[in-house]
């Protein structure tokens, strides 16, 4: 990343920068240094013209929303998000050790076997990863195949929510409301494919255009209301979602929506020809949804890095003062990625109503509008760095459910790894540490091949 | 005290950035770090001040050897810094800012501000400061804000004071006022060392020059020797330090501002009523000190400015009222003032950044489809023709000096066919090689024949690009004066007199018979200032 100035920056290629911020240095002592700070926290901080001399005048401006640090935590290098994954596994292990009865009483004859104890800690993960991607102990190749139809089949709305607000983050916007832009998806989707009655094939793909749309008006509403009053996204996306879920509760008890004959709040099940097709027969819950969220990352990667849309998107996201000077329209492009950004999520709407629930009720977004915030952290806002992480949750959530049954392991375990994931990945240092990444400690008078060589790895994992 | 680095080599990885680098600094002495951006000067100094610990050597003072681990330690060791960008906190005031760090306390833990405020005044008055303890920071000029940064390490007692570029921030009067004081401070027997890439000032104070290149020591060079020398030290080529330029072959007059009136979000007018022209293939420059309404002209000039009124035209084309794209569109080449913050996107390649503003155009765009291959083409080829020093078009622009950076801002702004070119400190931060590369650049465009407008507050600059001269102030154009007019005359109209007035006033006070040398003594000052 370009943040890694070097003070000398004459014969240097970017793989052996050194870190500033990683030596002692009281808020930047290079003007480069300096002057590239600016250059990652402007994110449309306007400041009015005024007396202050420039230095003064340029650290101001580095106050805004989207600060250097959450910038970092979205965009961080690769490593860390596995490091992330491996630490958070290794101590949701320890987790399940300590509160495991069984593992209380293997740890007292632990010196004798230690193999017992371990065994126990094993166990659920072991039924996590038979629950997620291949149950060995399956009785027929459909049964050993079904944990990981699963976890496609979950991870499908995640991947497309998650491409959401991996976009949107591209632009500089923090999107908070994938939920409410997914239950905007679904309702649109979902009244489409229970109300209107259309052949097959063409039916299905108006429910698809529905789900975008409704999603796209639901996150376009965002970018309006930053680029015309500059109301910030994250409080808007949050308040939205708090709109969106509510209408929903109350659409569905409307005779519009409210199932036939039914007094609970849930709407009448999607024609047969507004269904996504179920992939490998109807044992599998898989469905054809999961084929157009991997359409959709490779159009959003597509839309990032080969089109002039993207590269408006990328250029205000990154500085948005350098794209206004280049003559990018930067109130167009907040508005415009909001609504592709609100399309996506939809999407996911749509896989949930079209795919895997076959109707709409109010648990229809469940809590995939959140999860997909971490799955586009995890993914480090790449398209198919989102979708790998789309994938990952995915397992976890239908592992976790197979590890429950197995092992009587609460499912909440699987909640906790998600969050420490989160937690460290927003550590950098912190895993550094604990993998002795960190370049160079204090006083290496003598030790500066070592220092070079652990920079090289850094670098090496970010490139 | 006598500070000596023996051997000082700092590396960062495998980049070596200080390479067995020795200096002595002896008391009462000023001693001139001389070398380009990214010699090693900083570095160097960070080490002395205990930021970076040497990779090898060590620090003596007095004759014996020290080790600061922070700055701290490098502060009792008699050792101050002033940093370029200053280490203050704007909402406080100076007393609070020089006691940071460093309270003293009354009873239960009260702070002690009184003895800071009589600190300051003594060291105040003893210099001719003029420095108002109970005064906010954030109100304080730049050049006022570095004495109170020279406060801060004249309380702690410092015996070295490190200037790093400290006249990068100010105005010609500042810069003047700076050197009296560093004369002061050494006839108190402090040792100076000063940090800087501009020939004038290093001339005009130092006792012994040390010229750093690529982290190295290249030599020793005596105050008298000649700018082109000390240059060419530096650089480690020959350079020159006079741009040869033709007189300017003007046609006719394209681009013509008229009744030109900024307003800013508190209702002044920060550009009022502006009028002036620009006739093809003329270099008109708007002198005047930072923040007298330049960035502002030059923003309504590219449509980034609300509030403005009056006219802008470009060959009979209304540009004000117009999106950016439609000015830039209009054949205007716009290099911002600072090309971190609007020029460039620092997390974008070079090859991207190349193609900020053509990105949806033919040929690097057909439709809303980019073509990669053309454009990573297109960088490739102005890489080597802007003589840009990457290892890689991929490479992040942020990774590049400034000096490069500034390279690939000109290569982008330069390479379409243009019928209006801005250039805002153009050369700001860069070093004197680039600055020869940049000033021959703006000149080859204007015996293109394009209409260019200069914006600097380095008079030196102005004084060389310059077939015109308009200088600003607070937003009023002051006068419209030959190129041929001396720095005295332009210094007094910087600071508001109008031209007939500066004139009269310049020749009054300049000696008969005293040379004006555009690289000796800084104007007006020659009475006093030979101590």
Not at chain 1, 421 to 435: C, H, S, T
Not at chain 2, 30 to 57: F, I, Q, R
Not at chain 2, 72 to 87: K, L, N, P, S
Not at chain 2, 172 to 181: A, G, M, Y
């Amino acid at each position: 990343m370009s943040e890694k100035t070097t003070p000398e920056p004459q014969a240097t290629s970017p793989d052996d920068s050194p870190e500033p911020a990683d030596i002692r240095e009281p808020g930047g002592t290079t003007s480069e240094a300096m002057a590239s700070d600016v250059v990652l926290d402007t994110a449309g901080g306007q400041m009015p013209p005024s007396a202050v001399p420039a230095a003064t005048l340029r650290r101001g401006r580095d106050q805004d929303g989207n600060g250097s640090v959450l910038h970092q935590i979205f965009t961080g290098n690769a490593m860390v998000s596995v490091l992330s994954v491996l630490l958070a596994i290794v101590l949701g292990g320890i987790l399940m050790a300590v509160t495991n009865p069984k593992v209380a009483v293997t740890a007292g004859y632990f010196f004798a076997q230690p193999g017992d104890l371990l065994t126990e800690v094993i166990r659920p993960y072991t039924a996590l990863v038979q629950g997620s991607i291949f149950n060995w102990a399956g009785a027929d190749l459909a049964a050993q195949l079904y944990p990981i139809t699963e976890t496609l089949t979950v991870a499908t709305p995640l991947i497309c929510a998650g491409l959401g607000v991996a976009l949107a983050f591209r632009a500089g916007l923090f999107n908070i409301g994938a939920q409410g832009q997914i239950i905007f998806g679904a309702l649109f989707g979902a009244y489409v494919g229970f109300a209107w009655h259309l052949p097959i094939g063409l039916h299905l793909l108006v429910v698809i255009l529905a789900g975008l749309v409704g999603g796209a008006v639901w996150g376009g509403v965002v970018g309006l209301l930053k680029a015309r009053t500059g109301a910030h996204e994250v409080i808007v996306t949050i308040m939205l979602n708090y709109i969106a879920n509510f209408l929903l509760l109350f659409l569905l008890t409307t005779p519009a929506f409210q199932r036939k004959g039914s007094t609970n709040p849930i709407s009448p099940f999607l024609d047969s020809t507004a269904l996504f097709p179920e992939l490998l027969g109807p044992q599998f819950r898989l469905h054809a949804g999961f084929l157009v969220a991997i359409a959709a990352t490779a159009f959003v990667w597509w839309l990032l890095n080969r089109s002039t849309i993207g590269f408006e998107f990328r250029a205000v996201g990154a500085n948005p003062s350098a794209a206004r000077t280049a003559g990018i329209n930067v109130a167009r492009s907040t508005i415009l990625v909001m609504a592709i950004a609100g399309a996506l999520a939809g999407l996911a709407g749509v896989a949930q109503v079209s795919g895997t629930e076959k109707y709409l009720s109010g648990g229809v977004a469940a809590s995939i509008g959140f999860d997909a915030i971490t799955v586009a952290l995890l993914g480090r806002s790449t398209p198919w760095g989102t979708f790998f992480a789309g994938l990952l949750f995915g397992a976890f959530r239908a592992g976790g459910v197979a590890m429950q049954a197995q092992t009587q392991t609460p499912i909440d375990i699987v909640l906790v790894i998600q969050s420490l994931i989160v937690l460290f990945i927003a550590a950098p240092p912190l895993v550094r540490a604990i993998f002795g990444l960190n370049p160079r400690k204090k006083k290496t008078t003598t030790s500066g091949t070592a220092g070079s060589r652990t920079s090289g790895i850094k670098s090496g994992a970010a490139a | 005290m006598k500070l000596e680095l023996k051997g000082i080599t700092k590396r960062f990885g495998s980049l070596v950035a200080n390479d067995h680098i020795d200096l002595v600094v002896e008391p009462g002495q000023v001693h001139c770090l001389l070398g380009e951006n990214g010699a090693g000067k900083s570095t160097l100094m960070n080490v002395l001040y205990g930021l970076y610990d040497p990779t090898e050597g060590e620090i003596l003072v007095d004759g014996k050897p020290v080790v600061f681990k922070d700055p701290g330690e490098a502060m009792a060791a008699g050792i101050g810094m002033v940093h370029q960008h200053f280490m203050l906190i704007p909402v406080f005031t100076v007393a609070e800012n020089v006691a940071l760090g460093n309270e003293t306390t009354k009873a239960a833990g009260l702070l002690n501000l009184e003895a800071t405020r009589g600190k300051i005044r003594s060291i105040s008055d003893q210099y001719g400061f003029d420095v108002d303890p109970d005064a906010m920071v954030e109100d304080l000029p730049v050049g006022v804000q570095q004495r109170v940064e020279i406060i801060k390490a004249l309380v702690r007692d410092a015996e070295v004071l490190i200037l790093d570029e400290p006249t990068a921030v100010l105005t010609p009067q500042e810069t003047d006022e700076l050197l009296d004081i560093i004369r002061q401070l050494k006839r108190d027997g402090k040792s100076i060392v000063f940090i800087s890439h501009k020939l004038r000032e290093v001339k005009a104070i130092s006792d012994t020059i040390t010229v750093i290149r690529r982290g190295k020591v290249v030599g020793q060079a005596d105050p008298t020797a000649s700018p082109t020398e000390l240059a060419s030290a530096m650089v480690g080529r020959t350079v020159s330090l006079t741009l040869d330029k033709a007189p300017a072959k003007t046609g006719d007059v394209s681009f013509k501002v008229r009744n030109l009136t900024v307003t800013n979000h508190n209702g002044q007018h920060v550009v009022d009523d502006l009028s002036f022209d620009i006739a093809k293939g003329e270099v008109l420059a708007i002198a005047g000190v930072q923040g007298n309404g330049q960035t502002e002209l030059t923003e309504a000039i590219l449509g980034v400015q609300p509030h403005v009124a009056g006219s802008i035209t470009l060959d009979g084309e209304e540009l004000l009222g117009k999106s950016v794209k439609h000015v830039l569109g209009a054949g205007v080449g716009f290099v911002p003032e600072d090309r971190t913050l609007d020029g460039l996107v620092g997390t974008f390649t070079i090859s991207e950044n190349m193609i900020l503003d053509l990105y949806d155009k033919a040929p690097f765009a057909r439709g809303v489809g980019m073509k990669p291959g053309v454009i990573a083409e297109n960088a490739a080829r102005k890489v080597e023709e802007f003589d840009v020093r990457t290892p890689s078009v991929s490479a992040a622009v942020g990774t590049l000096s400034g000096g490069n950076q500034q390279k690939v801002v000109l290569a982008r702004e330069l390479s379409r066919p243009l019928r209006l070119f801005i250039a805002s400190q153009p050369t700001r931060g860069l070093d004197v090689g680039s600055i020869e590369f940049v000033h021959k650049r703006v000149i080859a465009e204007r015996d293109h024949g394009t209409p260019v407008m200069i914006v600097s507050t380095e008079l030196d600059e102005v004084l060389q690009l310059a077939d015109r001269i308009a200088v600003l102030y607070r937003g009023r154009l002051v006068g419209i004066v030959p190129a041929t007019t001396s720095r005295d005359v332009l210094g007094l109209m910087m600071a508001g007199v109008p031209a007939a007035e500066a004139e009269a006033s310049a020749s009054a006070h300049t000696p008969s018979g005293a040379t004006t040398s555009a690289v000796t003594e800084p104007a007006g000052h020659e009475g006093e200032t030979h101590v």
